[in-house]
């Protein structure tokens, strides 16, 4: 494969229902956020839905075989309620591996039916407000229901051997996964058999996706993967079918692109930590990066909500468990010249803090260091005038960041060592108010001719107060 990214897409079967000769697509776009019967769900990121069909075209609903599409080795296989049971198969390709993933796979009514039944049953432990999206998916749909009769099926025929089984699509006897982890496999080689064990997956189908490691995520060790259509079925003009209103423009236009929708708007506002994931990369493949983020506690308690933005600049936007694993990654990414130039604070559910950070090139021959661990006291400008001086060349502030963490008040630093000796690089300072004293010292600032280039809001023995990060202004 001579380009192995190919076209970052998100695919799937639109269906005969969902729009106006959708039905003669034989594979038909459902690309990022875009769903068919405009439901709240999201869907795909980079993967196709392949069926067996009827010759009406309507789904089998029955298991049939599937085969790898290379040779490779099995790097894992598992079971969860969103994926059902999935198999990973990694398959050489010169200096980029792909990834071939397989979802809602059967393997045989007698192991996975105490899955799903055991998941159900968790689930409805939970009050209405602690379940998690999958949970209520799984009570609320047609899942439940298809578990139940399952359930109820197996325990029939317990005491009655020639009652009904349960039905067909739970697989039979001969449909399990043929493989483990580990294991080599050949091209061709039936490895398992579709299903649909997933708690909202639909009727029988394979959920398939190819996927690249980029050299950056590589590099550093991360198992980050993205998928892509190695075959150019995005570009094909039937994929569009029924999206468009005959005679547009766009009705037959074979579109290159990253996605059509994206997971976010570029200004976004109360949006789960959980898409701003899913959006950091998908920006990124459009050489966009994040401007401003702000990070606040859901108050329904689901995890962190942000606001921000994206901006058209190049950067690496990461986000981290802890402050160690920030400053680890800090020192990788200063090496291949990169610069920590903002950093935010993350509320997590155990009380303490998680961190993240924006990166940017470093442009000017400098090295990054970035301190994760350091003190907040009043003695902190002149413990950094003091650091700052042992580096023994001129040195930039990118960001001063305080923090609390599990009651400790700790503060990040991201300077440039090596810098150009001018006033607007190596000229800044910090200003410590507290939040009655900000607007007059924002005031003065401007009077000095003095632009702040970060403000961070901090709680310090319960009052607000505020750190302010300036440099001179530079005049055109």
Same mark, same amino acid.
């Given at each position: 494969?001579?380009?192995?990214?190919?076209?970052?897409?998100?695919?799937?079967?639109?269906?005969?229902? *969902?729009?106006?000769?959708?039905?003669?697509?034989?594979?038909?776009?459902?690309?990022?956020?875009?769903?068919?019967?405009? $439901?709240?769900? %999201?869907?795909?990121?980079?993967?196709?839905?392949?069926?067996?069909?009827?010759?009406?075209? $309507?789904?089998? !609903?029955?298991?049939?075989?599937?085969?790898?599409?290379?040779?490779?080795?099995?790097?894992?296989?598992?079971? !969860?309620?969103? &994926?059902? !049971?999935?198999?990973?198969?990694?398959?050489?390709?010169?200096?980029?591996?792909?990834?071939?993933?397989?979802?809602?796979? %059967?393997?045989?009514?007698? +192991?996975?039916?105490?899955?799903?039944?055991?998941?159900?049953?968790?689930?409805?432990?939970?009050?209405?407000?602690?379940?998690?999206?999958?949970?209520?998916?799984?009570?609320?749909?047609?899942?439940?229901?298809?578990?139940?009769?399952?359930?109820?099926?197996?325990? +029939?025929?317990?005491?009655?051997?020639?009652?009904?089984?349960?039905?067909?699509?739970?697989?039979?006897?001969?449909?399990?996964?043929?493989?483990?982890?580990?294991?080599?496999?050949?091209?061709?080689?039936?490895?398992?058999?579709?299903?649909?064990? !997933?708690?909202?997956?639909?009727?029988?189908?394979?959920?398939? *996706?190819?996927?690249?490691?980029?050299?950056?995520?590589?590099?550093?060790?991360?198992?980050?993967?993205?998928?892509?259509?190695?075959?150019?079925?995005?570009?094909?003009?039937?994929?569009? +079918?029924?999206?468009?209103? $005959?005679?547009?423009?766009?009705?037959?236009?074979?579109?290159?692109?990253?996605?059509?929708?994206?997971?976010?708007?570029?200004?976004?506002?109360?949006?789960?930590?959980?898409?701003?994931?899913?959006?950091?990369?998908?920006?990124?493949?459009?050489?966009?990066?994040?401007?401003?983020?702000?990070?606040?506690?859901?108050?329904?308690?689901?995890?962190?909500?942000?606001?921000?933005?994206?901006?058209?600049?190049?950067?690496?936007?990461?986000?981290?468990?802890?402050?160690?694993? &920030?400053?680890?990654? *800090?020192?990788?990414?200063?090496?291949?010249?990169?610069?920590?130039?903002?950093?935010?604070?993350?509320?997590?559910?155990?009380?303490?803090?998680?961190?993240?950070?924006?990166?940017?090139?470093?442009?000017?021959?400098?090295?990054?260091?970035?301190?994760?661990?350091?003190?907040?006291?009043?003695?902190?400008?002149?413990?950094?005038?003091?650091?700052?001086?042992?580096?023994?060349?001129?040195?930039?502030?990118?960001?001063?960041?305080?923090? %609390?963490?599990?009651?400790?008040?700790?503060?990040?630093?991201?300077?440039?060592?090596?810098?150009?000796?001018?006033?607007?690089?190596?000229?800044?300072?910090?200003?410590?108010?507290?939040?009655?004293?900000?607007?007059?010292?924002?005031?003065?600032?401007?009077?000095?001719?003095?632009?702040?280039?970060?403000?961070?809001?901090?709680?310090?023995?319960?009052?607000?107060?505020?750190?302010?990060?300036?440099?001179?202004?530079?005049?055109?």
């Amino acid at each position: 494969m001579a380009d192995p990214y190919g076209v970052v897409t998100a695919m799937g079967q639109w269906g005969p229902d *969902a729009a106006e000769n959708a039905r003669f697509s034989p594979i038909a776009l459902r690309n990022g956020w875009f769903n068919g019967g405009n $439901t709240t769900k %999201t869907h795909h990121l980079g993967a196709f839905d392949i069926l067996w069909v009827n010759e009406d075209r $309507t789904n089998t !609903n029955l298991p049939w075989p599937v085969r790898a599409v290379a040779d490779g080795r099995v790097v894992f296989r598992g079971w !969860n309620a969103s &994926m059902g !049971n999935v198999l990973v198969v990694e398959h050489p390709n010169g200096d980029h591996p792909l990834r071939a993933v397989y979802h809602h796979l %059967t393997n045989g009514v007698a +192991a996975d039916l105490p899955l799903a039944t055991r998941y159900l049953d968790w689930c409805r432990t939970l009050t209405r407000s602690d379940r998690n999206k999958t949970c209520v998916t799984a009570l609320e749909d047609f899942y439940s229901d298809w578990v139940d009769a399952g359930a109820a099926a197996l325990e +029939a025929r317990k005491s009655d051997p020639s009652a009904p089984p349960p039905s067909p699509d739970w697989g039979g006897e001969s449909h399990f996964i043929r493989v483990r982890e580990g294991d080599q496999v050949r091209r061709g080689q039936v490895i398992a058999y579709a299903g649909r064990t !997933n708690v909202d997956g639909g009727k029988v189908h394979l959920h398939f *996706a190819l996927t690249v490691q980029p050299d950056f995520h590589r590099s550093l060790q991360e198992p980050i993967w993205f998928g892509f259509d190695p075959w150019g079925i995005y570009g094909r003009p039937q994929c569009y +079918a029924g999206l468009y209103p $005959t005679g547009h423009r766009y009705a037959t236009r074979a579109w290159h692109q990253d996605s059509l929708f994206a997971p976010v708007m570029p200004d976004f506002a109360t949006v789960p930590l959980r898409i701003l994931t899913l959006a950091i990369p998908y920006y990124d493949r459009l050489t966009w990066s994040t401007g401003v983020l702000a990070f606040a506690t859901s108050p329904c308690g689901n995890g962190a909500l942000v606001a921000g933005s994206f901006v058209r600049a190049e950067g690496r936007t990461l986000l981290f468990e802890d402050a160690p694993g &920030m400053q680890a990654q *800090a020192r990788r990414l200063s090496q291949d010249d990169w610069g920590l130039e903002s950093t935010m604070v993350i509320p997590n559910e155990t009380g303490g803090v998680s961190l993240g950070g924006v990166w940017r090139p470093l442009v000017d021959g400098s090295r990054n260091e970035v301190l994760v661990d350091v003190p907040m006291g009043p003695g902190l400008s002149g413990w950094l005038t003091a650091w700052l001086a042992t580096q023994g060349r001129p040195t930039r502030l990118r960001d001063v960041m305080p923090y %609390t963490d599990r009651g400790r008040l700790r503060v990040v630093v991201s300077a440039d060592v090596g810098v150009p000796a001018v006033p607007a690089f190596v000229d800044r300072r910090l200003l410590d108010v507290s939040a009655d004293q900000l607007r007059r010292a924002l005031e003065r600032l401007g009077v000095e001719g003095r632009v702040v280039t970060r403000l961070h809001r901090y709680m310090s023995a319960g009052d607000a107060r505020f750190l302010l990060l300036h440099r001179p202004r530079v005049l055109a």
